[in-house]
């Protein structure tokens, strides 16, 4: 079984200094505490935070407690998932899945292939 970890919150006045200025790819949950599918994604990102918390940032910002970069980003239904490379939004998907469907589509995001500095490329479909 996959250790999982907390998954730390951003809210608007750090989202630029953990998201967009981050050194590592950032996949980012919009969620909310009455949000039902939300609740159900807390074991899969703090999973995906525990295994690859060398090669991707897993953060989370409440859009009732922080809502203006919500709006910023068009976040319309929750929870909302974007994953971050180089200040940029590079992928978003919608809804709760499993960890494979959540981040599957997300791997190799913001890494050249071959992944970087001779590393394997990011894989968040393991475990």
């Known amino acids: 079984m ?3 970890v907390d998954v730390a919150e951003v809210t ?3 989202f630029a200094e953990q998201v967009l200025a981050a050194d590592l790819p950032v996949l980012l949950e919009f969620t909310a505490g009455w949000c039902p599918p939300c609740r159900l994604m807390a074991p899969v990102l703090g999973a995906v ?9 897993v953060v989370q910002l409440d859009v009732d407690a922080t809502p203006e970069t919500a709006a910023a980003y068009g976040v319309l239904s929750l929870p909302t998932l974007m994953v971050f ?3 940029e939004p590079v992928r978003s998907m919608v809804g709760a899945r499993s960890r494979r469907s959540t981040v599957g589509p997300c791997a190799n995001r913001g890494e050249p292939p071959g992944g970087v ?3 394997r490329p990011l894989d968040l479909n393991r475990g």
Not at 49 to 57: F, G, M, P
């Open 49 to 57: 935070a525990a295994q690859e918390r060398d090669r991707i940032k």
């Open 12 to 14: 608007d006045a750090t």
């Open 117 to 119: 500095h001779g590393r």
């Open 2 to 4: 996959t250790r999982t």
């Open 85 to 87: 490379h180089g200040g």
